[in-house]
């Protein structure tokens, strides 16, 4: 048996009654979420402005404080070190009295083996130079001419590979037999050192030059000359800059120890001298020296392969 319910002409459909209810709280709920947005807006600036003076500070001390803290802890390990062998190793205090001493007059001259830090920094810095110009005047075009042609590569490439791990120090007495002299010598050594970095970035930067470029020069007919200056060259800089990073590196380091062997003046030789004085606080003074040299040089040379390198190499 079915039953049935009927409705008046202007009844209209029977309507839950959570269904007004369900209106209102819909009605209220926008408008408390629009309030909301509203108050988020008005609030964005003032946050914008909180992140804006906090942004600063936050990168100022993400690049102070991790060097900072690690300088700390060195000083530390240091002391702790000074005080275990009783005294054989200065402390950071004293070290620091002997370093204040040392550069209140870098520049004196009392004979030719008796001068200041600075003289001998300089005359480092000179030796370098010097055997640093030469090695690219000789790597960087070689580096090109071994990259560009495949016949010069299969020549070079195990001459290189048997000469390159040759240690720094085993080619000082053949200078000192060619040339006479340690001054020559210790010039030589870095020559021989530096030149291979350069060597093979250049010519590993030449051989990964896009192939397109190189069908292009073809169909245009370049010239070599025209070829090396305006496809390798740019393509190749950022690669050749980083082998000169390399090479001032090691010519840095191997000037220290080619300098206690020749003698003179350097900052190599100041370090040995120190040590038949049995003065072992300017010896750590001369570390540091060298350190903040080395560092120096390394930055310099970063900025300048930054200028010159394209995005895509960076990343």
């Not at 200065?90 to 004979?111: H, I, M």
């Not at 830090?117 to 001419?145: E, H, Y």
């Amino acid at each position: 048996m079915v039953s049935a319910v009927f409705h008046g002409p202007f009844d209209g459909p029977a309507t839950p009654p959570i269904a007004s209810n369900s209106i209102a709280e819909t009605h209220h709920s926008t408008t408390g979420s629009m309030q909301n947005l509203s108050k988020t807006t008005a609030a964005a600036p003032a946050l914008a402005q909180t992140d804006e003076r906090r942004g600063p500070t936050r990168d100022f001390w993400l690049l102070v404080l991790p060097p900072f803290v690690g300088l700390s802890l060195l000083v530390v390990l240091w002391a702790l070190v000074a005080i275990s062998t009783a005294g054989r190793i200065p402390s950071p205090l004293e070290t620091w009295k002997q370093a204040v001493e040392v550069f209140s007059d870098p520049f004196y001259r009392n004979g030719p083996n008796d001068q200041g830090v600075g003289w001998n920094v300089l005359m480092s810095l000179q030796r370098v130079a010097l055997g640093f110009g030469l090695a690219a005047l000789v790597g960087i075009p070689a580096g090109f001419a071994i990259g560009r042609f495949t016949f010069l590569a299969r020549m070079f490439n195990p001459i290189i590979s048997l000469l390159r791990p040759v240690s720094p120090l085993a080619w000082l007495p053949i200078g000192l037999l060619m040339f006479k002299g340690a001054n020559p010598a210790a010039i030589w050594t870095i020559f021989i050192c530096s030149i291979w970095p350069m060597v093979i970035n250049t010519a590993v930067g030449v051989q990964r030059v896009p192939q397109d470029y190189m069908n292009v020069a073809r169909v245009l007919q370049l010239s070599e000359w025209k070829i090396l200056t305006k496809i390798l060259f740019p393509s190749v800089l950022p690669y050749m800059l980083t082998g000169v990073r390399l090479a001032v590196g090691t010519a840095w380091l191997v000037i220290v120890a080619a300098e206690m062997l020749t003698g003179g003046v350097g900052i190599g030789f100041w370090v040995w001298d120190e040590w038949n004085n049995l003065n072992v606080k300017n010896i750590i003074v001369a570390i540091f020296v060298i350190g903040i040299v080395g560092l120096v040089l390394e930055f310099a040379l970063i900025k300048l392969a930054s200028a010159f390198t394209f995005d895509e190499v960076k990343s």
